[in-house]
């Protein structure tokens, strides 16, 4: 099984990011991993389009963006155009999650689906296919540090 490094930028500080990206960078990492809250979909905010250009600005590793906001369609071309190489979506937040995840993939980005705890893997199964990838969340979205679910790991096992 290959293991990939992505840390969570939403732990970073963002007084000196441009010193974290370029320490994680040389340190091996694989993926930036960032967390893009808009306080509606999930009760908190966190990273923008002039963090995505930071990162990118001082590194060339993959940024997968987790749009935890609500009407992600509307807002994907912002973090494509500042340099994601990976956006996720949730099925609840979009009323047209298909017709987005196939309009991602057409600006040449790779297209994930994330699952909120209490969703299940059934209600996404046909659009399976249409992704690169899946994140099975662990946690309740929105805030860093919480504890995790135990009965995630059947989604995770399927």
């Not at 995840?101 to 893997?121: E, F, M």
């Amino acid at each position: 099984m290959e293991r990939i490094l992505c840390p969570s930028m939403m732990c970073a500080d963002y007084g000196s990011l441009k010193n974290e990206v370029i320490a994680l960078d040389s340190a091996g990492i694989d993926i930036f991993h960032c967390d893009i809250m808009d306080g509606s979909f999930v009760p908190n905010m966190t990273m923008g389009i002039m963090d995505i250009k930071t990162i990118r600005k001082y590194s060339d590793k993959p940024i997968d963006c987790h749009l935890m906001i609500e009407n992600p369609s509307s807002k994907v071309d912002w973090f494509i155009d500042a340099g994601a190489d990976i956006i996720y979506i949730h099925p609840e937040s979009e009323r047209y999650v298909i017709k987005t995840l196939a309009y991602i993939k057409s600006r040449g980005v790779k297209a994930g689906i994330a699952l909120n705890p209490d969703t299940s893997i059934e209600t996404v199964m046909e659009m399976l296919n249409l992704v690169d990838y899946v994140m099975v969340m662990t946690v309740n979205p929105g805030f860093a540090g919480q504890t995790f679910i135990d009965f995630t790991k059947d989604k995770i096992k399927n």
